[in-house]
Structures are given as structure tokens and as C-alpha cells.
């Protein structure tokens, strides 16, 4: 008897993760929505890791290229890894630019991520894509000013993005198309299409030359409403790194790195809008505290991304991922152990969220790379197919995660 009650345990255990592997491919295909501080999937809790591959895109671009993708979205799922975040804007004249002119878009390029959402969708990614760039990488709201300038408006700062008639409007119209654009492999429209599991306002939104907050705080008021207006059906993120501002004075001076005090964000206030479905934080210590050591910065990573999931749970209450954390091999001191143990400790605090019925969603790493690309020189860039501990950790924290999501497990009401 208990033999065979082992044998079912097992049974159930093996069939399980036949699921999480993705063997079920229906598992896959709903749109992911939200319900309390929980990302839900086809009716289940849906908490998942992810990857940051900024160069999809333009990789995507030209067609002889494009196993590129395939290769990488093929090796993430293979590796659990469900969400890809990635851009959707490349202004201005550069190559393979998206919209090279406001309201004029290269086809080709299109094309490219046309491609890029349908080898996620083919293979059963979510995606994140993110409207428009803080830098000027990629052109950027600096660009969307330049523009603005070249029509004879009177700008002069970057910072005038958030606030000039035209640039607001630029923007609007760049929401617009993206939502409308009809992908040409799969014909779905991309506001119809479920492997958007959301939208991003802006990668990393500040606004230097207001302070208070209020300029940022406007602009995020008009925009999260209108992108909802012409795509109610996806999720929507403001891309913010998580800096503290004016509406939570305590978590300012306990929790923010000492230079995000000027930058003119605000976590709580910025994502407390009904347009916001859930909060988005990145987490570079190594980059924010150049000076601390590593035990410092592990400590700082700890309470920051413990604090803020504690922060969407109780205030807030709706889910959080974290769109960027990792480390450069260009960083000082840089080692493959600190790596691993940058790696080893935010799957950890998500796990444990995740676990709870939290609302930590999911981390996603900056950055994944594929095989022979011409960025493969990333610093920070992670070739899963390359072996190594990190990818090693990356495969044991997804299974873990998604055991999880196997059990049905709704939010209580508890401490986050
Ligand atoms: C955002 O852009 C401003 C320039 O407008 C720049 O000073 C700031 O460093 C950028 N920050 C981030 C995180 O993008
Ligand atoms: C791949 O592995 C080799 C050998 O371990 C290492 O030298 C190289 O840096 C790795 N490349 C990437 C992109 O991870």
C-alpha cells in the first residue's frame, strides 16, 4: 500500500514536470492578466523568470540572421526561462532604425520584430516590450526632442519630452502604431496577440530637472491611460528602476542608492495609478554603489528587492518584476562567484515570494546572447548554450519556480 502510494506520488511528480517543461503547449497560449498581486495564466498563478535581449530586433532585421532568435528562444525555454523582455523603439536615423522619422517606420525592421513575436510565440515565451528609451541609446526621448526641435518647437532639454505638446504627441502616435501593427508571420494584431504578456512606458523613465517628481508623475497620468485606451487588453508597466521619490520619505533615505534622490522618480506614486497593472524594478548595486564592497552590495540587493516586493504587496498590492539585475565581466573586482551569488540570491527572494502567494512575479537577467552575434563582446551577456554555474543556476531556479506555478496557489491574505 504505501509502495503504491509512492508510486502515484511519482507519477504525479514526473507528470508535473513534463508540464513545466512546456510538453503541454496549450499551457501557453491565454493572455496574461492579473488578479490581486498575482500574474495569472490560464487561471493559475503565473510566477516566471525571464531574460533581457535588447538586440532582437535589429538582430531580426535581416532575414539571413534571424536562426539567431530562433537559436535563443529555443535555449531559453529549454532552460525555463518564459519571459523575454526586449525594445520596441529604435529612433531616429541610425541603422535599422524602427521609426526613422515621427510616424515613419522602416518595414524591414518591423519585420524584424514581427519575427521576433512570432519565434516567441511559436516556441511559448511571454514578452515585455518597452515603448521608448530614458538614453539615448536608440535614439530615446532625446530623439523624440530633437524632432520635436527640428519642427520649430521650443525645446532645448531631453527632459522636455515629458512635458512638450508634440513630443507627447509623437509618442502617442508610436503607442498607436505599435499596437496596431498586424504581424506579418503570425496576421495577429500585436494588441491581439497573447505572447505580449505587457507593455513598458519608458526603459528606466527620469526626469533630472524636476525633482519633486511631478513632471514624471504628470506624463505617466496622460500616458498609462491612453495606452489602455488603444490596448485594453495587455498589461502595462512604467520600466521604472524603483527609486523612491517624495510619496514615501522613509523608503527614500533607508532604501535609495544616495544619487537616485534627484532623478525625479517616484516607486509608489508612479505605479499607484489604475493604468499601472503591475510595478516594475531594476537592481544594479554594482553600477549604483561603485565604491561599496561585495558583501555591501548583496546586502543592498537583498533589501532592495525585499523591499520592494513588500512595498507592491502592501501598498500597491500588485505583482513586481524585476526587469533588469546581473553584472558586467567589466565591473571592478568582477568574478564568476559574485556572479553566481548575485544570480543565486534574487532567484531566492523570488522564489520565496512566489511561494507565499507573493507578489515577486518574476527576475529577469540583463542579458541573454546568442550564438555568433556581433554583440557577443556583451559584458554582462549570458550564452545559455555556453555551460557554466550560472547557467547552472539559471535552470535549477526556473524548475523550482515553476513547480510552483504547477500547484494551484492563490494569494491569501498574509504578509506578502
Ligand atoms: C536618463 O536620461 C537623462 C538625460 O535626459 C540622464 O541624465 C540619465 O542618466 C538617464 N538615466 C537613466 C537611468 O536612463
Ligand atoms: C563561454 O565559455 C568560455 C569557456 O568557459 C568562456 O571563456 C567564455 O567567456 C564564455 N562566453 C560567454 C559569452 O559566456
Redo the contacts with the bound molecule.
Sequence with gaps: MKYLRFLVFLATVISQYHRDLGVEATSSEGFVSRKGVQFILNGKPFYADGFNAYWLTYEATDPTARYKITHACENAIRHGLTIARTWGFNDGASYRALQTAPGFYDENTFQGLDFVISEAKRVGLKMIITFVNNWSDYGGKKQYVDWAKSKGEKVSSDDDFYTNSLTKQFYKNHVKTMVNRVNTFTKVAYKDEPTIMGWELMNEPQCKSDRSGKTLMAWINEMAPYVKSVDPNHLLTTGHEGFYGDSSPQRKTSLNPPAANVVGADFIANHNIDAIDFASIHCAPDLWFQKLNQKTRMHFLRKWVEGHIEDAHNILQKPLILGEFGIGTNVRGYTLAKRDAIFTLTYKIIYASAQRGGSGGGALFWDL?SDDMSN?KDPS???LS?S?STVNIISEATRKLGLINAKVKFSRKIKN
Design positions: 546572447i557577443s551577456g549570458i550564452l555556453n557554466s
